[in-house]
């Protein structure tokens, strides 16, 4: 099964993006983050000509979170959650389904601006309540994958130019330490399971010519279970979508399990 995640940076815009990537990567599973659209407005007739089911939790303008999910494959309805429960928050940045046994969770991280600022606090307390929450998770699903848009940077051989980049959100030693509590709750990092090459990036600026320079951070990750992450054969970054005309400035990353 391939499992995978893209921030499509508006599925709108997207869409034919989508369903394009679907037909030629033979995910089984796609995670999607930045909707940018209204659960009414949700292509799931299209997708669904495409061989997909659509589960989403969207919004206006902002945000929004979607997983789609090869048609033959079982999904337990049962287990769906939209947003950290327990978590007051109108803005939609996750869902959760099971697919053939193996917990999918599809999240699209608070980006949090600045350090000391109001949205970076919200940041903060959003993963607190996210870790607390897959704690509880993986007390359940013993294979358990974490995948989206984390909106930071692990180490600094996830960015192009750390010293440009220091003292700044994605980056920030407080942002990277509640991703290493992630990886302490029994994670693994999948694209680092594995040997990659340098400067293998995720998200690459539209401005000044990022994406030719390679002036990019690696801030999409899928995090796995011990037990998935034993099954994890592969996982890689497709930059290919991000040369499309009108790309999203994030590329699609995919991890095979076997």
């Known amino acids: 099964?391939?499992?995978?995640?893209?921030?499509v940076n508006?599925?709108?815009?997207?869409?034919?993006?989508?369903?394009?990537?679907?037909?030629?990567?033979g995910v089984d599973v796609l995670c999607l983050q930045e909707l940018k659209l209204t659960d009414d407005k949700f292509p799931v007739a299209e997708l669904e000509a495409a061989g997909y089911k659509s589960w989403y939790a969207g919004q206006k303008t902002y945000n929004g979170v979607g997983i789609l999910v090869r048609s033959s494959l079982s999904v337990d309805e049962t287990t769906i959650v939209r947003n950290i429960p327990a978590f007051e928050d109108p803005?939609?940045?996750?869902?959760?389904?099971?697919?053939?046994?193996?917990?999918?969770?599809?999240a699209y991280f608070p980006n949090g601006q600045a350090p000391g600022t109001?949205?970076?606090?919200?940041?903060?307390?959003?993963?607190?309540?996210?870790?607390?929450?897959?704690?509880?998770?993986?007390?359940?699903?013993?294979?358990?994958?974490?995948?989206?848009?984390y909106n930071i940077a692990p180490e600094d051989r996830d960015v192009h130019d750390p010293k440009a980049w220091e003292g700044q959100n994605l980056v920030s030693?407080?942002?990277?330490?509640?991703?290493?509590?992630?990886?302490?709750?029994?994670?693994?990092?999948?694209?680092r399971k594995f040997e990659q090459p340098e400067k293998l990036f995720t998200w690459w600026d539209y401005r000044m010519l990022g994406f030719r320079r390679n002036a990019g951070l690696r801030i999409d990750h899928i995090l796995a279970t011990a037990e998935l992450a034993a099954r994890c054969t592969a996982c890689e970054v497709d930059k290919v979508p991000r040369k499309w005309e009108q790309p999203s400035d994030h590329a699609?990353?995919?991890a095979t399990i076997d």
């Open 1 to 7: 099964m391939k499992i995978a995640t893209w921030n």
């Open 10 to 25: 508006s599925l709108k815009v997207r869409q034919q993006h989508v369903i394009d990537w679907l037909a030629t990567s």
């Open 91 to 106: 803005q939609q940045r996750v869902i959760a389904l099971t697919v053939e046994g193996v917990r999918i969770i599809s």
């Open 118 to 149: 109001e949205k970076f606090a919200y940041k903060m307390r959003w993963l607190e309540a996210l870790r607390d929450w897959i704690e509880v998770e993986m007390k359940t699903y013993s294979q358990l994958a974490l995948l989206g848009d």
């Open 173 to 191: 030693p407080d942002e990277r330490a509640h991703f290493v509590q992630l990886i302490e709750l029994g994670l693994t990092d999948t694209f």
């Open 252 to 254: 699609p990353v995919i």
